[in-house]
């Protein structure tokens, strides 16, 4: 079986030379950067904000054509508080807490 010359240009001897000598009209790519995951984050509820999300639940199930969980309805209430005004949300946390 006949064996390959090594005196010749070999692939790496090619990459080894392209890294040194870089085409101008190559493209240069930049890095690309990856997007932060979202942490979970737990909370402790009391009985009482348990029983008023479950309240919140059933109310929102029984206008909904189909079932949406607790998570879905937290989401959505936090999605409410961001638009809603600050100063009336602190009143609703100081009522709560």
């Known amino acids: 079986m006949a064996k390959k ?9 090619d990459a080894a030379a392209r ?5 101008k009209d190559s493209e240069a790519l930049s890095l ?3 997007r932060p995951k979202p942490r979970l984050k737990n909370f402790r509820l009391s009985p ?4 008023r999300l479950q309240k919140i639940t059933a109310a929102v199930n029984q206008e909904s054509e189909r079932s949406i969980s607790e998570t879905a309805i937290i ?3 936090i999605a409410l ?3 809603s ?7 609703f946390v100081k009522e709560a807490w």
């Open 81 to 83: 508080g961001e638009k």
């Open 75 to 77: 989401k959505g209430l």
């Open 48 to 51: 009482a904000d348990i029983l």
């Open 85 to 91: 005004d600050p100063i009336k949300l602190l009143k």
């Open 19 to 23: 890294t040194l000598t870089p085409q």
């Open 5 to 13: 010359s090594l005196s010749g240009t070999t692939k790496l001897s």
């Open 32 to 34: 690309v950067r990856k």
